[in-house]
């Protein structure tokens, strides 16, 4: 064995330890010395039914000993019928096929994949370009890397990269066109829409195939909503230009903002919704895509039917099983409601929070899709150094203290910038998010105690 390691894992990093978890129950989380986490950020805002739900244990462990696997091209399972119509029956009228994937990754590749298709098939051949955006989340494979803007996750890849097209997402707080409020009362002049037409005039839109979003910016901005009419002006610019508009749902869907979908915030239908991780629950890998009719009808039509592309594990038949209770359990126990409610309390007290400590400045988000941005100076918004790595330090004392948030940076330009998601279960109760707020604010505080014992920086408000 190499080094100084001693396992046989892969870890995510060779420079920490990991607690090992041996269970979980509800929002909660156990180690094997009994050291208990609570789950603030539901994992990767996945785990949205929190830990060990028996009856979703039970329905995976019925459907792999029905038939654990069988492969799609040669065979379907009710489960699979039973999860597509339930979804389809969320989304948007026209949103009717459902494709599965295993994650999120998998399944913005696919979406890129079937707009070329469908472009191409349909006799135009030239279009195969995305615009993506700086500054949000796509993926870690190849093409969904290439359609993302998250420049420290793309850095060493870049050679290797496609050569897709980027805009900045829409961040009026810090807004990346230096423009004031005031300046963009007037829509004609938004510039994060109007930069968007020139990059699309600029590469020609005979060659542009897809325009990709996330309705809600999550981990790259820490739950950055656009200004409320701008994905009525994408929607009108895709029309024109005949670009199909790829909205990725996979950390936003399934009642995480407080609607089904949260592009359902802004009024638009897309021609593709992307989902993951709240389909499952965490419970099994399982994500895809909901397709608009007009494009399934390509296929057909064009494509004698066939999407050229495809997964072992498309549509496996246990993670279907998992999600198929998921949605039933959203449903039957009314989650959504829960997020409304439960999200206005963890936002005011996070609201509350704010007025308490120096270095928060802002917070923001919908439904239990919330973040905090932190800053030296939480009332001008001065970041902390980049090489402070200030938002996994606090998440690291949050650990310590037994809770767990989900950390990010470079929501400013790409490096600086800190934020901390606030994403619990969506079944999360105000007595939880009132201990969630209390480790919050102790582990700020501690943060801030080290900063002051390192006399590194001035911490005002
Ligand atoms: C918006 C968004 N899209 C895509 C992905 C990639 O999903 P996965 O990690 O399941 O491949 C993520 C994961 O965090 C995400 O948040």
New binding site residues.
Partial sequence: MGGLIEDYVFHRDFSKTYPIITHGKGIYLYDKNGKKYMDACSG???ANLGHGVEEIAEAIAFQAKQAAFVHTMRFETEVLFQLAEKIALLAPDTLNKVYFT???????ESAIKLARQFHKDAGRPEKHIVIGRWQ??????FG?LSA?GDIKRRQTYTPSLINFNHVYSPNCKRCPYQREKEDCDHKQNWSCVRDIESVINEIGPENVSAFIA?PI???QLGAVSPPEDYFKEIRKICDYYNIVLIV?????GFGRTGKDFGIQHFGIVPDII?F??GVSAGYA?L?GMIVHDRIVDSLIENSKGKFVHGYTYSGHPVSVAAGLSVLTIYERDRIVNNVQLAGDYLKQQLFALKYRCPIIYDVRGEGLLLGIELAIDGEKGTPFPENLHASERINSIAMELGAVFYPGSGSINGYLGDHILITPPLNVTTGEIDEMIRVLESSLNIFIEELKEEEAYEITK
């Fill in positions: 990767a805002v996945a295993s994650g999120g990754s998998e399944a913005n949000s989340y796509h993926g870690n494979t969904s993302g996330e910016v999550g981990s990725d749902e996979v950390m936003t992307t993951g991780k890998p994500a």
